[in-house]
């Protein structure tokens, strides 16, 4: 599945997507990058980080069907087996202090303003 950049985009059920986003300045440093989401009226929820220590992480969710990883200043999140409900504004983000991922990786996660509006129709 080709990785997918900002934009729209929809899928059925049980289908698969790959969003991907450009990380910059992640060499010789810590970080902690991925993805939250947040759709209208509800709050913001991470869904998958990946630190510099090599560690994944993911809300409990998505666990299973959701894998993210990274390939030099390229972040991957890949989807599988996708359900209506996790239609969401899918947004790429990452800590700007630096730091590891820590058992709060889903507010360190700070917008850097790459977006995927994901819509999975059943």
């Not at 997918?4 to 300045?25: K, P």
């Not at 913001?44 to 990946?50: D, M, T």
């Not at 299973?64 to 972040?75: E, S, V, Y």
């Not at 917008?111 to 129709?121: G, I, K, L, P, Y």
Request: aromatic share 8%.
């Amino acid at each position: 599945v080709p990785p997918v950049e900002s934009g729209e985009y929809s899928v059925q059920a049980g289908g698969s997507l790959r969003l991907s986003c450009e990380v910059s300045n992640l060499i010789d440093t810590l970080y902690c990058v991925g993805w939250v989401r947040q759709a209208p009226g509800k709050e913001r929820e991470g869904v998958a980080a990946l630190s510099s220590d090599g560690s994944a992480h993911y809300a409990d969710s998505v666990k299973g069907r959701f894998t993210i990883a990274k390939h030099k200043n390229t972040l991957y999140l890949q989807m599988n087996s996708l359900k209506p409900e996790v239609s969401d504004e899918y947004v790429c983000a990452a800590d700007p202090a630096f730091y590891a991922c820590g058992d709060r990786w889903d507010i360190q996660l700070l917008s850097v303003d790459q977006r995927a509006q994901v819509t999975v129709s059943s």
